[in-house]
């Protein structure tokens, strides 16, 4: 199932670096959202965007940014990694009533 | 704002047994309560979903139930097999903006 792909899938980084995680999707759905999972924490959102002109911040969006540059497209910066930032990331979209979220395959980010 | 709690956040049951999963959430303008299947190394997946104006709903072995006066909802899965062991999400949402609040999760662990 390709409908989301994140890109890397894996990605180990200095602190201080600054990193970008990006995610295409082909449903042609509006929205689309960065969750963040921690063990035990279940999925945090960081930002969510519900159209190209509309980004909104989540819960946890300190030390991230985001760029919708497409429809397709909505990519999630680390401007300053920190060791904290460490954990697995997910895009998701869905249609505008949340019928269904469908997330990708996950970004695994380590921040050393 | 809106808060949904989950529990156990660990289930081990006997395979073939049942297992049964509650979530509470605090915003009673909540109305569509989906429950995700995320299987170890994988993406969340859509497993079940209710809405508001249903008590109950029923696919082969999984069922969700409702109870609006209370704000909580159930996962139940029935004759539990191998391949249901994963992380179960639960999420409820509003049609204010139908942005998902989710559970920490549930990890279902099936004994042989």
């Known amino acids: 199932d390709a409908d989301v792909t994140q890109t890397p899938r894996n990605r180990i980084t200095k602190t201080g670096k600054r990193i970008m995680l990006e995610c295409s999707q082909t449903?042609?759905?509006?929205?689309m959202y960065w969750y963040r999972q921690d063990p035990g924490l279940g999925l945090r959102l960081i930002y969510y965007s519900f159209d190209v002109k509309d980004i909104n911040k989540g819960e946890i969006s300190d030390g991230y940014s985001v760029s919708r540059q497409a429809q397709a497209k909505f990519s999630l910066s680390l401007e300053s990694a920190i060791p904290n930032q460490t954990a697995l990331y997910f895009c998701a979209t869905s249609d505008p009533f949340m019928t269904e979220a469908f997330f990708g395959q996950g970004t695994r980010l380590t921040v050393v | 704002g809106e808060n949904v709690e989950q529990h156990p956040s660990t289930l081990s049951v006997q395979e073939g047994d049942s297992a049964v999963i509650k979530c509470t959430y605090s915003d009673s303008a909540s109305n569509y309560f989906p429950w995700y299947k995320q299987e170890l190394g994988k993406r969340p997946q859509l497993i079940i979903d209710i809405r508001s104006n249903v008590g109950e709903k029923k696919d082969q072995r999984i069922a969700v139930t409702l109870n609006k006066t209370a704000k909580h909802f159930s996962l139940h899965i029935t004759e539990t097999q191998p391949e249901d062991s994963a992380v179960y999400f639960c999420a409820a949402s509003r049609p204010s903006n139908y942005q998902l609040i989710w559970g920490a999760g549930t990890k279902l662990i099936i004994k042989p």
């Open positions: 449903k042609g759905h509006d929205r």
